[in-house]
């Protein structure tokens, strides 16, 4: 079987601070990090053992991952493995560098934010350089806000070309057709992200081919479908999976839309849906 699997365990804490960021925020404590830790172990565990199966991981934690030794070593040790296509995870790109030089980089691939204000440009900048220079796939990107547009063209002009830059429409914020065009000219794809997209009742990869796991193992179509498909511990989930329409009106957020089957994006994002990377980048 293949399928593809987006993690989000308990973990919420973040070194970042950003106002306009969806998530939630706390200071996660020692017992809640643990915690974390454990249910990310077992999961990873869990991965190993599906030898049978081919899998694909991305990890979309409420907070920041990689600051974190065990969302390295997740990411290192699932790379590795001949029945793990990719692994990828999202991330504000704060944490060092070198641990990658133990990941297998046909395998491993980074979704990057950029954050203006939470972190030196010229930091972020030379850590994605570092990146390129160990051959890791990676796409950057940034929150279409208006205080952004001229850190966003900045990046534009100092990444390798090769190098996706994606936009983010902000949450709640409404753009002219002259505003979308100015952030179009950076990522030509911002206009799946500028409205929401109508979904009820629309065929979508997610209950099929597709699934969300948390932190105790229950398998979800979806981050944004709470009706639970079974455990994936236990193996239960299994008998659940199959192709179903979407029950939501709208669906609003890359992860979820991007597997809507009425859309063409499994085509534009061609062996880089995870990490976010157009085809023949």
Not at 63 to 90: C, M, N, T
Not at 154 to 171: F, S
Not at 234 to 245: C, K, T, V
């Amino acid at each position: 079987m293949d399928l593809t699997i987006l993690y989000r365990g308990p973990l919420a804490s973040c070194d970042y601070d950003c106002p306009y960021c969806p998530f939630a925020k706390r200071r996660d404590t020692p017992e809640q990090l643990r915690a974390d830790r454990a249910a990310l172990d077992r999961f990873t565990a869990w991965a190993a053992a599906q030898t049978s199966d081919r899998l694909s991981v991305l990890f979309t934690p409420w907070g920041e991952g990689l600051v974190r030794s065990w969302y390295r070593r997740a990411l290192v040790d699932l790379s590795r493995l001949p029945h793990v296509r990719r692994v990828a995870i999202q991330t504000n790109l704060s944490c060092r560098t070198d641990w990658l030089a133990d990941a297998d980089p046909a395998t491993v691939a980074l979704w990057c934010t950029y954050h203006p204000g939470q972190t030196p440009y010229d930091r972020f900048l030379a850590k994605c350089r570092d990146l390129a220079g160990r051959g890791i796939r990676y796409s950057v990107g940034i929150v279409g806000l208006p205080g952004h547009l001229d850190h966003a063209r900045r990046l534009r002009a100092d990444l390798p070309d090769h190098v996706y830059l994606w936009v983010n429409a902000a949450e709640g914020h409404t753009y002219t057709d002259a505003d979308a065009a100015d952030w179009t000219d950076l990522d030509p794809l911002f206009p799946y992200s500028r409205h929401p997209h109508a979904s009820a009742g629309l065929p979508c990869r997610t209950g099929e081919s597709v699934v969300s796991v948390d932190g105790e193992g229950t398998v979800r179509r979806c981050h944004f479908v709470r009706a639970e498909l079974g455990n994936l511990y236990d193996g239960s989930y299994r008998a659940a999976l199959g192709p179903r329409p979407c029950p939501l009106a709208v669906c609003d957020c890359h992860i979820g839309y991007v597997h809507l089957e009425t859309l063409p994006l499994y085509d534009v994002f061609a062996g880089g849906v995870l990490e976010r990377i157009p085809a023949g980048r």
